[in-house]
């Protein structure tokens, strides 16, 4: 049986800077927001310092998810914590959708009972929490490509810049016009606009959790390469899923020539080798045993 990758850091360890710096930036003008959207009367501001509450509850979990994670195994969590940081990304999910229906409840209430809103003050605080938006996407940028947690990180400071626009909108149609409702109206823009983007979060998370085969992996592809190494008779047992973000594992059963499981060790080797370097998988379990020995595993998958 070979057995590699113990042991690995995971993806969005690698950028915990980058989360608490992000945090520090969303807490900030979410007070900002908060105070703004009580002067100025605005649901729009409030719904983005709500969004904004969530961002920071969420990157709290993202930031307990990568502590918990990097705990080490043991003989009862012989993978550790890492998939703490797919938990954290579904909670934040669940979060986003709790808050898109209560946006969506106030603003309805609001377009049938406008209340009176400060344009210029909403204007303002918006255009200040948009360009906070903007530096958050820039400093998560590369990490969300390498992990769900941070992916997740990152969709909601996107999400957050795209309500900082809609209530910049809002204000400046509130100031010109005198059109309250324009603040309950994109209330619900910001709603209806979360809502997809955290279903994609749910979506992956859960797609881990249920211990899918990994993204962009087939493993009828898989199977091909092994059954090309020499000695190689066939596969079977063949599972693929993922503990965390970028930490993908695979297990096998390959059936190899008699005279080559004197060279267990070579064998080992050169399949771990096809495994990582065209799969991107390091850690791998592979049972070697001799033509004829699936007869007696009894029940299996293939």
């Not at 992000?22 to 100025?40: D, E, R």
């Not at 990157?59 to 502590?67: D, G, H, R």
């Not at 000695?231 to 973000?245: E, P, R, Y």
Request: hydrophobic fraction near 50%.
């Amino acid at each position: 049986m070979g057995d590699h990758g113990h042991g690995h850091q995971t993806a969005a360890a690698k950028h915990r800077g980058r989360l608490v710096l992000v945090l520090c930036l969303t807490v900030s003008v979410m007070v900002v927001q908060v105070i703004g959207g009580v002067s100025a009367g605005s649901l729009a501001l409030l719904a983005d310092a709500g969004h904004m509450a969530a961002d920071s509850f969420g990157i709290v979990l993202a930031l307990f998810a990568v502590w918990i994670a990097a705990r080490p195994s043991n003989s009862t969590r012989t993978f550790g914590f890492q998939r703490a940081e797919i938990l954290a990304a579904a909670a934040n999910a669940i979060l986003l959708f709790v808050l898109c229906g209560y946006i969506a409840y106030e603003a309805i209430n609001r377009l049938l009972d406008p209340h009176p809103v400060s344009g210029p003050i909403v204007l303002v605080v918006a255009a200040l929490g948009l360009a906070v938006n903007v530096v958050g996407l820039v400093v998560l940028q590369r990490a969300q490509g390498e992990s769900l947690n941070m992916r997740g990180a990152y969709l909601e400071v996107f999400s957050d810049m795209l309500s900082s626009v809609g209530v910049l909108v809002a204000g400046a149609i509130i100031w010109t016009t005198g059109w309250e409702r324009a603040d309950s109206v994109v209330s619900l823009a910001i709603a209806a606009f979360i809502v997809p983007r955290a279903w994609n979060l749910l979506n992956e998370a859960l797609h881990i959790l249920l211990e899918a085969v990994p993204r962009g992996m087939n493993l009828d592809e898989v199977r091909d390469h092994l059954l090309k190494q020499p000695g190689v008779l066939g596969v079977h047992d063949l599972h693929a899923w993922t503990i965390t973000s970028g930490v993908p594992v695979l297990s096998a059963h390959v059936v190899v020539e008699d005279e080559r499981l004197t060279d267990t060790g070579r064998i080992l080797d050169e399949l771990h080798e096809c495994l990582s370097g065209h799969f991107d998988v390091e850690h791998s379990t592979l049972q070697l045993e001799p033509a004829g020995h699936d007869a007696h595993e009894g029940a299996r998958h293939t």
